[in-house]
């Protein structure tokens, strides 16, 4: 074999390693974002996964033009669910560096902007009680599922 | 029967025709109560039902704030100290007529018309009139542009110019929406009624009455059948849902 066909295959293979390398590199792990409380979903993981913007792209239409507010899909409850705390006590947002939604969606690097509208953690009254100054908001993450339609009082699988 | 029981009793003869009773029967005595309670979660707002206000102004105080601050603390309305640009989804006006010197005082907020010139000029369709009355911004496509704000002859609407953070869970804003009295839709559809109104009502001034101007036996058709009201520049013919006496 001449010496320059050699070299270029050395070459060759030279590059196809480095590329594979590069290639592996650039697949960083999948990120497995912390759960923190309730045992399921309302959907398997790999649904969520995959849908959960489109379920709440219909669901915010649903609610806002046509007042359903079933809570399957409410990203109300969303938030009550996978809102984490801190030592202190106080509710971190949902979309703090580490925190839920922005372990995939930096990941993915998908843009986040429910929350500069939407609440990013659940209401927090340092003076006084939820039930008593809004007495009409169920909320989710107080007594996680419990006395709503549709949900378990553990949180369980819900059936619209 | 209490008002919001004869709606919930509007709402379940709705639901009955439209599905038949032997399939709410079958489906077992558990979704009968359900449905007895309030509008239920998974059903639309009807058409049947006109939300209005009625306020009373012989009985509102000049000075007095108590609905504002209701709707301030309701919404999360805390403001950057800015009065010319901080949202405001209700005010207090003190009117005098030139002739006798007369003060009033009143509350003016959205007058959630029938024919709101808000939504006649949105260009995305995000101010929209719900089926039961209430005029909203969708802030989901609202782009900002506050052609509402100029044609609203109640300067009703408000700009987010800021950034804002931490919002209350049920009434989501941002910057670049515009926003207004949402008549507190969250609570209406659980059921309840206004903050302001709930606020006027817990301090005693009774200055305001909120119901279904379509049922002939609530109390605000009541009223609005017998007692002296008005709307806001009548003269535009809005037919607004918000209407006071004694002015």
New interface residues.
């Given amino acids: 074999m001449p010496i320059r066909a050699l070299t270029r295959r050395v070459a060759c293979f030279a590059l196809l390693a480095a590329g594979a390398a590069g290639f592996a590199v650039a697949h960083a792990p999948v990120p497995e974002p912390q759960v923190v409380r309730g045992e399921q979903c309302v959907a398997p993981t790999d649904v969520m996964r995959r849908d959960h913007m489109d379920f709440l792209h219909h669901q915010r239409d649903a609610t806002v033009i046509e007042g359903l507010r079933t809570p399957r899909f409410s990203l109300e409850r969303c938030v009550g669910c996978h809102a984490d705390k801190d030592a202190s006590g106080t509710y971190l947002r949902v979309d703090a560096p580490g925190q839920f939604c922005s372990t995939c969606h930096e990941y993915a690097a998908v843009e986040l902007d429910c929350f500069g509208c939407h609440a990013a953690r659940p209401y927090q009254d340092e003076n006084a009680g939820i039930d008593a100054r809004f007495p009409f908001h169920g909320l989710a993450f107080r007594q996680p599922h419990a006395g709503r339609p549709g949900i378990g009082a553990t949180g369980s699988v819900l059936h619209d | 029967m209490t008002e919001s029981a004869r709606l919930a009793d509007r709402y379940r003869r709705r639901f009955l025709a439209a599905v038949g009773v032997g399939a709410v029967l079958g489906s077992g005595a558990i979704r009968l109560v ?1 449905l007895a309670a309030a ?7 009807s058409g049947e039902v006109r939300w209005g206000m009625m306020i009373d102004t012989s009985k509102c105080a000049e000075g007095c704030t108590d609905c504002v601050d209701a709707c301030n ?2 919404h999360g309305l805390d403001g950057f100290g800015r009065p010319q640009t901080d949202a405001q989804w209700i005010r207090k006006l003190e009117v005098r007529e030139r002739a006798t010197g007369k003060v009033t005082s009143l509350p003016m907020l959205c007058q959630h018309c029938e024919h709101p010139p808000c939504v006649d000029v949105c260009p995305t369709g995000a101010s ?1 009139r ?3 009355g209430i005029v ?1 911004v ?3 496509t609202c782009i900002g542009c506050r052609y509402c704000m100029m044609a609203c002859p109640y300067k009703a609407r408000s700009f987010v110019h800021e ?8 009434s ?4 670049g ?1 515009v926003e207004s009295c949402t008549f507190c ?3 209406i ?2 059921d ?1 009624r206004p903050a302001c109104v709930e606020a006027c009502s817990a301090a005693g001034h009774g200055a305001m009455v909120f119901g279904d101007l379509n049922d002939p036996d609530s109390d605000i058709a009541r009223r609005a059948r017998e007692v002296p009201s008005r709307q806001v520049r009548p003269d535009l013919d809005l037919n607004t849902g918000v209407r006071y006496e004694g002015i």
């Fill in positions: 359900e509008k239920p979660d998974d059903q639309p707002v603390d309701e929209f719900r089926a039961d909203l969708n802030k989901h950034n804002l953070t931490d919002q209350r869970p049920w989501p804003r941002g910057k929406t839709v969250h609570r559809d659980r309840a």
